[in-house]
């Protein structure tokens, strides 16, 4: 008899282990938020958080617990795929995201897919929504499903030559995106030798990780990855790796192991892919499978000369797999000491640029100091503003006649 009592209470113990699901629901309308409930607590699957779908509240709820799976309900939306990769970065790449939504297309599906998202159709019934939800659980468990496809965004910041600011627009990047895109950061520091990262970033005491002999033979796993990580702050964390035992090749492929490991840890992987790290124009294959490309220019003819050689790499490309392109011109002298116009970059490169950060004398002491250029009243904070909103694929205005008659005003002061 106690045998079956222990059997009995063995098997219960079991089945609330398997319906013990965290996860939060973010709601726009009162059917599905009831639906929700009512459905959670019919089958005796433990409840979710509810929570109004807002970014400001998604931003709050989902970095203070860990969640296994968000429902997002995308039903007031008009554009679920656009909202869907809007939100994206808020949420964080380690949780399964189920989209519900009333838009009946294939090509919602096929993208919400692509993103890593799954997605259900609205209406439904409470054992439907039960079913799913148990079916996204049992996908987390056996490591498959389109969840995997959740990885961070690669994002290259990537330098025609040595000395144009790539490392500034890098670390500056991944400040803003942490601080008002609220989304986790991984910076990459591909100077195996030297660089300025940490002062760009703000970061006291830092050394890289020193790789030891040995290290290769064993195998590289997220808990031995996460230990090569220098952390700044809750949200950003720099890799920056060292060694006098292997060559810069070595050491890069071991680099890059790592930071795929890592990519599911976080919404963005920056790579400071600076010129003058070396691995510019030697080894490409790793920046050029990036989701996004940042070319980082100074308004100079070698400059430029570089970044068409680099351009014509991206443009070589099959169209599908070719990534996003941002071209950024960095001014990080004053105007007179230009060689070629902003005109004279479009034209060569056959493209626009799409952020033209001007120069200010100001900039190395506001980091010296531990400032950030995004968050001062100068006039190289707006681009930086505006590059980060790009990265994020959220839309940006164009500028007012006023503001290009103030800025070509500020240009031809520089140049005197």
Known sequence: ??????????????QDDKDKITSVLFYQTE??????????????????EICKNSDMVITDHVRQQSVEIVLVELNSSQDVTGDARRISHLLPSHASVIVIGSEDAISTIRNLKQMGFYYLFWPITKQELIDFVRSVSDNRQRNRGVGQNRRAKRISVVGTKGGVGTTLVASELAHQLVSEKKASCIVVDHNYTSGDLD????????????????????????????SLLTKHSEMLSVLALSSSQYSADELNDYHNSAADILSSECNFIIEDVSGSSGFTHRNQQRWLSSDCIILVLTPTVAAL?????????????????????ILVVNNNFPGKFATVTEDDIEKFLQCPVDVNIPFNGKIGELLLEGERIARSKINASGPIHKLASLVVGESVEAPSTLAKLTNLFSRKRQAE
Do not use: H, T
């Open 1 to 14: 008899m106690f045998d079956l009592v222990d059997i009995l209470k063995s098997n219960q113990s079991q």
């Open 199 to 226: 002062i760009m970033l703000g970061i006291k005491k830092f050394e890289k990780r020193e790789v030891q002999k040995g290290a290769f033979s064993s195998s590289l796993d997220l808990s031995s990855a996460q």
């Open 305 to 325: 000369r570089d970044a068409g050689r680099l351009k014509l790499s991206i443009d070589s490309m099959d169209e599908n797999a070719r990534p996003r392109l």
């Open 31 to 48: 059917p599905c938020r009831s639906l929700v409930e009512e459905a959670f607590r019919f089958e005796g699957v433990s409840a979710p």
